[in-house]
């Protein structure tokens, strides 16, 4: 899960969002350093992804991916299940996503002083250049998915991704409306749990 998703399944517990954030920044074991919530917001992080990764669904998704992309899978699949739950946002939360992410934003913003250098720098970008609410237009997907391969040494994987993908977005976007419901479940017995 990317972002949005992370977000919405950590919904409405400050601290548990802003783990979502952090979740992809903090690294090792959690010895209590951190505020409680905040520390539980990245176990909740770290089951969603272990989860989603070790899913029959995903891992059938995997092999639906053109092979070129299937190393890339776990990337592609959570950006795309951002532009998915965007689109499909009305099935998973009756608060309008416009006012879902500005709620977001301001949580992040109130957090800022807290957050891990990777995070404050990741939850500006995603404030100013309202990511969040730019997951609803696919364009979003190909063109976030280039910039992360920038980071890559050999070459961008992702430069063409669209015309790639073709026929594989059905099954992105059939795997997610299967799939999400069992993750919002399972993040419900989790957070109990945490």
């Known amino acids: 899960m990317n972002f949005l998703a992370h ?3 950590a919904w409405p517990d400050e601290g548990l969002v802003v783990g979502g954030l952090e979740g992809d920044y903090v690294k090792g ?6 505020p409680a919530q905040l520390e539980k917001g990245i176990k909740l992080h770290r089951a969603v992804d272990a ?14 991916l053109p092979r070129g992309l299937r190393r890339y899978a776990g990337i592609i699949i959570d950006l795309c299940f951002d532009h998915y739950l ?7 939360s009756s608060m309008p996503l416009a006012d879902f992410n500005t709620d977001v934003y301001r949580i992040l913003a109130a957090h800022e002083p807290a957050l891990s250098n990777g995070a404050r ?12 609410n730019r ?10 998915a280039a ?3 920038q980071r890559f040494k050999r070459h961008n994987p992702f430069l063409d991704l669209d015309a790639e993908l073709g026929p594989a977005r059905q099954a992105l976007e059939r795997t997610f ?8 479940s399972f993040c419900r017995d989790a957070i109990s749990r945490l």
């Open 121 to 132: 720098g990741m939850a500006s970008r995603l404030i100013e250049y309202d990511v969040l």
């Open 29 to 34: 074991q959690l010895r209590g350093a951190l």
């Open 86 to 92: 965007s689109l499909h946002w009305e099935r998973f």
């Open 51 to 64: 989860f989603t990764d070790a899913h029959p669904l995903i891992l059938q998704l995997r092999g639906e």
């Open 147 to 149: 910039r992360i391969g």
């Open 177 to 184: 409306l299967n799939f999400y419901p069992r993750l919002e």
């Open 135 to 144: 997951y609803r237009e696919w364009d979003t997907v190909p063109a976030t």
């Open 7 to 9: 977000f919405h399944l």
